[in-house]
């Protein structure tokens, strides 16, 4: 998970990376002082300089190795554009880390980037029309033809698809033994509003529903506007002005890159991300995408629960003790 910035305040939280695996880890390889950036491009200082406690952050690294926090592979803290704590856990600086689902919020960061060149007129583009090919539609209804890019955006579309419903015909389980995982989204049916969850009862119109093959299908629609996979889109829009050179794509049966998990990159490249953000979009003097899209894919536009509402791809809500809550915006996989 990704902490990228405390909205409102415009404060930095925290922007790090904490990885999470699933098999017991060996003893922590600590960076006690920050490597130098070399051609990262990552500038580097010491705790004290940015007015943090290294003791502290020593006493976190602690924790990890104790197995009080548990399952963390690395941990990276930057302040004010500086990175100023870096500890490795598993692997080292090299290691290419499995974002899981947190590659969802870098397609949505590619969508801004498309928008912002003018590859499609914005996020109100209809999904269904970037594939005449593949119409008609299995299920067909009048209501999937409205479908627009910022549905898949915001988890919002009327697809019947939930990854936290194991019964969902939309279920991600269920689209990777299918060949063709655009299609499987297209050919969804529309999914049942039954207990007051219908959009128009929302806080902000919308009805959440976490949907990877949305995520994919979104994927196909860079490939259309850009006329290159996303992963080609991303290396030249994206990864190449930031410094970010080693990544490692999933791939459908067909060849798409997939856009919504499973991107490895490594740990210092994911905190670039995140102070991209932190950035307003832009990356030691470049512009990469647009300030505007920044803040509307900070903003809420989805409501999950009582704590926690979504924004561009990107999980929103509060952390801390009750009177000194902090809001963050974060990537998580």
């Known amino acids: 998970m990704a902490n990228l910035r405390a909205r409102g305040s415009g404060t930095l939280l925290l922007a790090g990376v904490l990885f999470w695996a699933c098999r017991p880890l060996p003893p922590a390889n600590v ?3 920050v490597k130098p950036a070399g051609q990262d491009g990552w500038p580097t200082a010491s705790p004290d300089s940015v ?14 190795r104790s197995g009080v926090l ?13 990175l100023v704590h870096e500890a490795y856990f598993e692997g080292d600086a090299d290691t290419l880390r499995d974002t899981r689902s947190a590659t969802k919020t870098i397609t949505g960061t590619l969508a801004g980037i498309a928008i912002d060149a003018g590859l499609f007129p914005g996020t109100d583009a209809k999904m269904l029309s970037f594939f005449p090919e593949k119409q008609p539609v299995q299920n067909p209804d009048p209501r999937k033809d409205a479908i627009t890019v910022e549905d898949l955006l915001t988890m919002s579309s009327i697809l019947e698809c939930n990854d936290w419903n194991d019964f969902s015909r939309g279920n991600e389980e269920r689209m990777y033994p299918v060949e063709d995982w655009i299609r499987f989204a297209l050919d969804l049916p529309v999914r049942g509003f039954t207990r007051g969850d219908e959009p128009a009862k929302q806080p902000h119109g919308r009805s959440f529903s976490y949907c990877t093959a949305g995520v994919m299908a979104l994927g196909g629609v860079l490939q259309r506007v850009a006329g290159k996979g996303a992963d080609e889109f991303a290396r030249e829009r994206l990864f190449s002005p930031l410094g970010i ?33 932190l950035n307003g979009g832009s990356w030691n003097g470049t512009r990469v995408v647009s300030e505007a899209w920044m803040k509307e894919s900070m903003r809420p536009h989805a409501r999950i629960d009582d704590k926690t509402e979504y924004g561009y791809l990107l999980w929103l809500r509060s952390f801390g003790p009750k009177g000194k809550e902090h809001p963050v915006a974060f990537m998580g996989g």
Not at 262 to 274: E, H, P, Q, V
């Open 51 to 64: 007015g943090l406690s290294a003791k502290r952050l020593e006493e976190m690294d602690d924790l990890v």
């Open 70 to 82: 548990k399952k963390i592979t690395s941990l990276l803290v930057a302040r004010h554009g500086t």
């Open 245 to 277: 050179g080693r990544v490692q794509w999933v791939y459908s049966p067909l060849g798409l890159p997939m856009t919504g998990g499973g991107l490895r990159l490594r740990s210092r490249d994911l905190l670039k991300l995140a102070q991209l953000y």
């Open 31 to 33: 960076v006690a002082a």
